[in-house]
T-cell receptor, first 115, second 114 residues
Framework: AQSVTQLGSHVSVSEGALVLLRCNYSSSVPPYLFWYVQYPNQGLQLLLKYTSAATLVKGINGFEAEFKKSETSFHLTKPSAHMSDAAEYFCAVRRSGGSNYKLTFGKGTLLTVNP | KAGVTQTPRYLIKTRGQQVTLSCSPISGHRSVSWYQQTPGQGLQFLFEYFSETQRNKGNFPGRFSGRQFSNSRSEMNVSTLELGDSALYLC?????????????FGQGTRLTVV
């Protein structure tokens, strides 16, 4: 079985501050890991993905994440928050082997950016 | 290239009715999966189709069903609607099965059951 835990359902930062959204995963096989962003009344947009290549992954809009196998973590960061980053962020895991390739999502973290 | 298209965007149904939601994947994509999003349960996997065959199914009652057509378009159906079925239903498409790695999501259908 696989699972994702996102620490902090709500994170608030000031504009220009560091953004850090935490994600820990559990998977019985090597995982693929993803971060998605969701704006109000919208679907999910892929920010970045880890697929067993480089452990530091760069995504869109200045976001990046580092895969740490020893810590089973895949935290999302951005050096300087922008007002447009305010949204809900979801970490997701997918098996890279076996027969069930569903995405398992965390509960999400709502990011608020204060002026 | 057009993205994933879900219709309708909003739907209001009465308890006991049935509903059909539609999803057109990105052109060339053959895998379609469905997710239910609610405030309480978050994002939950419903089912996944590839080449008109259901490949995986989540833990939902039999009232939830789906299908995929030869042009890769997919529909999901919910019969005997319950208040708890009110949710945002998201469809995602991928280029292959097993899904390469990326799933592209549509904007969703907001279903309200009254």
């Amino acid at each position: 079985a696989q699972s994702v835990t996102q620490l902090g359902s709500h994170v608030s930062v000031s504009e220009g501050a560091l953004v850090l959204l935490r994600c820990n995963y559990s998977s019985s096989v090597p995982p693929y890991l993803f971060w998605y962003v969701q704006y109000p009344n919208q679907g999910l947009q892929l920010l970045l993905k880890y697929t067993s290549a480089a452990t530091l992954v760069k995504g869109i809009n200045g976001f990046e994440a580092e895969f740490k196998k020893s810590e089973t973590s895949f935290h999302l960061t951005k050096p300087s928050a922008h007002m447009s980053d305010a949204a809900e962020y979801f970490c997701a895991v997918r098996r890279s082997g076996g027969s069930n390739y569903k995405l398992t999502f965390g509960k999400g973290t709502l990011l608020t950016v204060n002026p | 290239k057009a993205g994933v298209t879900q219709t309708p965007r909003y739907l209001i149904k009465t308890r006991g009715q049935q509903v059909t939601l539609s999803c057109s994947p990105i052109s060339g994509h053959r895998s379609v999966s469905w997710y239910q999003q609610t405030p309480g349960q978050g994002l939950q996997f419903l089912f996944e189709y590839f080449s008109e065959t259901q490949r995986n199914k989540g833990n939902f009652p039999g009232r939830f069903s789906g299908r995929q057509f030869s042009n890769s378009r997919s529909e999901m159906n919910v019969s005997t609607l319950e208040l708890g079925d009110s949710a945002l239903y998201l469809c995602a498409s991928s280029s292959s099965f097993p899904p390469g790695t990326e799933a592209f999501f549509g904007q969703g259908t907001r279903l309200t059951v009254v």
